[in-house]
């Protein structure tokens, strides 16, 4: 008895470890149970985005839009490799999937948002879009 007293700590400390190693090996590498959030393709010309330069002259601007899924709904979509920039369908969330969405930029909320619109578009892209609305 008095030897489980002096290691009380240890005898108490060390299953609880071994428990919470095992629970997040299982949640993370087994079930994948976790949301996971990526940027996303979005148009600028339709949608609010943000904005990220490379620069400060922001010659060539990147827009995007957070997306938020499940890690099995898309090891489910995108297969094993888990690749998110090659698998369109990671931007698309599924009919009734929770906690599956897009987060666009919010004005409201202190953001450096971009607002464009069709008049802002490059001459060349303003054509393939006319054309794709007569289709």
């Known amino acids: 008895m008095q030897h489980f007293k ?12 071994l428990l919470a190693f095992g629970a997040s090996y299982y949640r993370f590498m ?4 976790y949301p996971v959030t990526f940027e996303g393709y979005c148009d600028p010309y339709t949608e609010s985005c ?3 330069c490379e620069d400060d002259e922001c010659l060539e601007p990147f827009y995007y839009t957070w997306f ?11 297969g094993n490799d888990f690749d998110i920039l090659e698998c369109t ?5 599924s009919l009734g999937e929770e906690g ?3 987060r666009y930029c919010d004005p ?5 948002c971009e ?4 008049d802002d578009m490059p001459p060349e892209e303003l054509s393939e879009a006319l054309i794709d609305e007569n289709l």
Request: hydrophobic share 40%; glycine share 0%; with cysteine.
């Open 89 to 93: 369908e990671a931007e698309a969330c």
């Open 6 to 17: 002096r290691f009380f700590l240890l005898y108490t400390l060390l299953p609880l470890t």
């Open 100 to 102: 599956c969405y897009a």
């Open 50 to 52: 943000f904005e990220y």
């Open 108 to 112: 409201t909320m202190d953001e450096d």
């Open 115 to 118: 607002f464009l619109t069709k």
């Open 68 to 78: 938020t899924r499940n890690a099995a709904e898309l090891r489910n979509s995108c």
């Open 30 to 33: 087994i079930s994948y149970d």
